[in-house]
């Protein structure tokens, strides 16, 4: 079954700053690859996904991921966050089932 | 449309007893999912359901049995509780279309403490 590693646990910007989180899975065939969100109190939420084609994703709320294939790796990232997007963020790869990363709390400053 | 209804929100259990988690969806969803949420963790899948009438093991399946007891339903059972499992469990389901599993939707989540 595949793995899915999140190398950020914690990362903190200031408002305006540009993001990208890191997500690499171990998986070698076909999957599904997706990016939750998680604010505080709620449960998650769904920001983009990739099934195939364009590897380049557009998601809600101004974010994107990019499917690189030869590096395992489908990183977020946003050009200038707000302080709404202080949440935590969670890459998620399906094959059959649906693993996830461990998360990335993004803590933003105003 | 009520969506993936979860109960209980909330349990106390002491270590030894039993309970099971019911999960039912209103979406005429073929998969059924339950996690377990963790600090420092993230979800972590238990056990999981691709369609109805079968059930396979996901990351952490020791302690745990499920049911899927038809294409609406999905249980997790705890036999014999041990505070290891105090946690906040996720029931959550999705559609599968065209081999694409299709976004998961959660239930709001029950908070077990095992004392």
């Known amino acids: 079954a595949q793995s899915v590693s999140q190398h950020n646990h914690h990362v903190i910007l200031s408002e305006a700053a540009s993001l990208e989180l890191g997500c690499n899975y171990s998986?070698?065939?076909?999957?599904?690859l997706f990016w939750y969100v998680q604010y505080p109190g709620q449960h998650l939420q769904l920001l983009l996904k990739?099934?195939?084609?364009?590897?380049l994703v557009k998601g809600i709320k101004g974010f994107e991921a990019e499917f690189i294939k030869s590096k395992f790796s489908f990183n977020l990232r946003k050009p200038s966050v707000q302080w709404s997007d202080t949440a935590e963020y969670f890459c998620?790869?399906?094959?059959?089932?649906?693993?996830f990363g461990a998360g990335t709390r993004l803590t933003v400053k105003p | 449309n009520a969506g993936v209804t979860q109960t209980p929100k909330f349990q106390v259990l002491k270590t030894g007893q039993s309970m099971t988690l019911q999960c039912a969806q209103d979406?005429?969803?073929?998969?059924m999912y339950w996690y377990r949420q963790d600090p420092g963790m993230g979800l972590r899948l238990i056990y999981y359901?691709?369609?109805?009438?079968?059930?396979d093991k996901g990351e952490v399946p020791n302690g745990y049995n499920v049911s899927r007891l038809n294409k609406r339903e999905f249980s997790l059972r705890l036999e014999s509780a041990a505070p290891s499992q105090t946690s906040v469990y996720f029931c959550?389901?999705?559609?599968?279309?065209?081999?694409?599993?299709?976004?998961?939707?959660f239930g709001s989540g029950t908070q077990l403490s095992v004392l």
């Open positions: 359901s691709a369609s109805e009438g079968t059930t």
């Open positions: 959550a389901s999705s559609m599968q279309v065209q081999g694409n599993n299709e976004k998961l939707f």
């Open positions: 998986y070698g065939g076909t999957v599904n």
């Open positions: 990739y099934f195939s084609g364009d590897p």
């Open positions: 998620a790869v399906s094959d059959g089932d649906m693993r």
């Open positions: 979406m005429n969803h073929n998969s």
